[in-house]
């Protein structure tokens, strides 16, 4: 009864082809890629998806190193229950976005890719549904020649992924979502800095595509490809026109049918090739966002 053969899935179809949108899995810091540690458990298995690819750099770059987080057990224990009960109002959970109470414990490392934003030698890293405290910790001893932040923002009842609230542009300029901005505790470290905060532009959507679970903020899920271009979802004529404004040279690009599938651009994209150094963005280290 037990010598069947145990097989683990690879969300691969013989054709090749992914079968569900795996996404946010994937971190790069210098030459390492690391495999995130999800929190939300039907994603457990997603990393295998980019095993290929992985094993595909790892055979061709000598100084490739690929890397895994300590993988979470996901026990009713990393959970609070009942968190998402639907008689809770949404002025409630805004509350708790205040007070940083969410559904994930401090049992355990848990952290999304897309909440771990990179700027030189500092990490900044969204507290939320998706990524905890510990998590934070836990990098702060992984990368010791690196600064780790902790930010959050009041006025997502969701907070789940930094990349449709907080998106640096080029050095110095970042947009913030208007209806999520970053406390004025936080903002100290930018501004000590000369980093200046902008509001995003409103999206040019009343209401997300069908089958999209994500919010109409998309519009500011850019791809930076460098300091002066930027792409964005070709129907989000508010936010590139914005961006123009900025003075990034502004490519558009159809991918609103594709929201269903995982998100805008940034979530369906990770950088694995990079060119420069690491610079120091942040000399002046103040403010309490330091972990």
Same mark, same amino acid.
């Given at each position: 009864?037990?010598?069947?053969?145990?097989?683990? !899935?690879?969300?691969?179809?013989?054709?090749?082809?992914?079968?569900?949108?795996?996404?946010?899995?994937?971190?790069?810091?210098?030459?390492?890629?690391?495999?995130?540690?999800?929190? &939300?458990? /039907?994603?457990?298995?997603?990393?295998?998806?980019?095993?290929?690819?992985?094993?595909?750099? &790892?055979?061709?770059? !000598?100084?490739?190193?690929?890397?895994?987080?300590?993988?979470?057990?996901?026990?009713?224990?990393?959970?609070?229950?009942?968190?998402?009960?639907?008689?809770?109002?949404?002025?409630?959970?805004?509350?708790?976005?205040?007070?940083?109470?969410?559904?994930?414990?401090?049992?355990?490392?848990?952290?999304?890719?897309?909440?771990?934003?990179?700027?030189?030698?500092?990490?900044?890293?969204?507290?939320?549904?998706?990524?905890?405290?510990?998590?934070?910790?836990?990098?702060?001893?992984?990368?010791?020649?690196?600064?780790?932040?902790?930010?959050? &923002?009041?006025?997502?009842?969701?907070?789940?992924?930094?990349?449709?609230?907080?998106?640096?542009?080029?050095?110095?300029?970042?947009?913030?979502?208007?209806?999520?901005?970053?406390?004025?505790?936080?903002?100290?470290?930018?501004? *000590?800095?000369?980093?200046?905060?902008?509001?995003?532009?409103?999206?040019?959507?009343?209401?997300?595509?069908?089958? /999209?679970?994500?919010?109409?903020?998309?519009?500011?899920? /850019?791809?930076?490809?460098?300091?002066?271009?930027?792409?964005?979802?070709?129907?989000?004529?508010?936010? *590139?026109?914005?961006?123009?404004?900025?003075?990034?040279?502004?490519?558009?690009?159809?991918?609103?049918? *594709?929201?269903?599938?995982?998100?805008?651009?940034? /979530? *369906?994209?990770?950088?694995?090739?990079?060119?420069?150094?690491?610079?120091?963005?942040?000399?002046?280290?103040?403010?309490?966002?330091?972990?």
């Amino acid at each position: 009864q037990w010598n069947q053969e145990i097989k683990t !899935p690879d969300f691969r179809t013989e054709s090749g082809m992914t079968q569900m949108p795996p996404r946010d899995i994937l971190l790069t810091i210098g030459n390492e890629i690391m495999s995130s540690a999800n929190a &939300f458990r /039907c994603r457990y298995f997603e990393y295998l998806a980019y095993w290929p690819l992985m094993n595909e750099y &790892f055979e061709a770059d !000598p100084e490739f190193k690929w890397s895994q987080a300590p993988r979470p057990r996901l026990t009713d224990k990393s959970f609070k229950h009942n968190y998402y009960d639907e008689k809770i109002s949404l002025e409630e959970r805004l509350v708790r976005t205040a007070n940083k109470d969410f559904v994930t414990t401090e049992v355990e490392p848990m952290w999304d890719a897309a909440d771990v934003m990179r700027m030189g030698k500092d990490l900044f890293i969204q507290h939320g549904l998706t990524t905890n405290r510990k998590a934070m910790e836990w990098f702060k001893r992984y990368y010791p020649d690196l600064r780790v932040h902790s930010l959050n &923002f009041p006025g997502d009842p969701y907070p789940i992924h930094i990349d449709a609230t907080f998106v640096p542009l080029r050095p110095g300029l970042i947009i913030n979502n208007p209806h999520r901005p970053l406390p004025v505790e936080q903002r100290e470290i930018f501004e *000590a800095n000369d980093w200046q905060i902008v509001e995003a532009a409103k999206p040019a959507h009343d209401n997300p595509p069908p089958l /999209c679970y994500s919010s109409v903020w998309l519009s500011m899920n /850019c791809l930076v490809v460098d300091h002066k271009t930027v792409i964005v979802e070709e129907s989000e004529v508010y936010q *590139a026109e914005q961006m123009d404004k900025l003075g990034m040279n502004v490519i558009p690009v159809p991918l609103r049918d *594709a929201y269903a599938f995982g998100g805008g651009l940034h /979530c *369906a994209t990770a950088d694995v090739y990079r060119e420069g150094g690491c610079e120091d963005y942040f000399p002046n280290q103040v403010g309490g966002t330091r972990v």
